[in-house]
Nanobody, 125 residues
Framework: QVQVVESGGGLVQAGGSLRLSCTVAGLTFDDYAMGWFRQAPGKEREGVSCITWNSGATYYGDSVKGRFTISRDNAKNTVYLQMNNLKPDDTAIYYC??????????????????WGQGTQVTVSS
């Protein structure tokens, strides 16, 4: 049974930082590309960032470029999202997901097979 568990969310003031972690169990982690998505109330789920199996390529949504950094540690079955200079518009539930195409870089939610339950990030102004 595959488990995807996010952590690290919380309440932070605008301009602050958070680091999200996502630990995966029950699959061969380095057979998967990983992605972070978010969904704010009343809005569609959007792609935030994704990373290939060997960290050879990363991709960011336009709204987070230059502020967020994705990384992974295959030895720990964990992917991270470092979020700096947070803005109130970053407030959302953040989800981690696994794509069984290890070299994939995309935000098409249908290609991600496994999803976590999400972690809430709230940025106050």
């Amino acid at each position: 049974q595959v488990q995807v568990v996010e952590s690290g969310g919380g309440l932070v003031q605008a301009g602050g930082s958070l680091r999200l972690s996502c630990t995966v169990a029950g699959l061969t982690f380095d057979d998967y590309a990983m992605g972070w998505f978010r969904q704010a109330p009343g809005k569609e789920r959007e792609g935030v960032s994704c990373i290939t199996w060997n960290s050879g390529a990363t991709y960011y949504g336009d709204s987070v470029k230059g502020r967020f950094t994705i990384s992974r540690d295959n030895a720990k079955n964990t992917v991270y999202l470092q979020m700096n200079n947070l803005k109130p518009d970053d407030t959302a539930i953040y989800y981690c997901a696994a794509d069984d195409r290890p070299g994939a870089i995309n935000f098409r939610t249908a290609t991600f097979s496994y999803w976590g339950q999400g972690t809430q990030v709230t940025v106050s102004s």
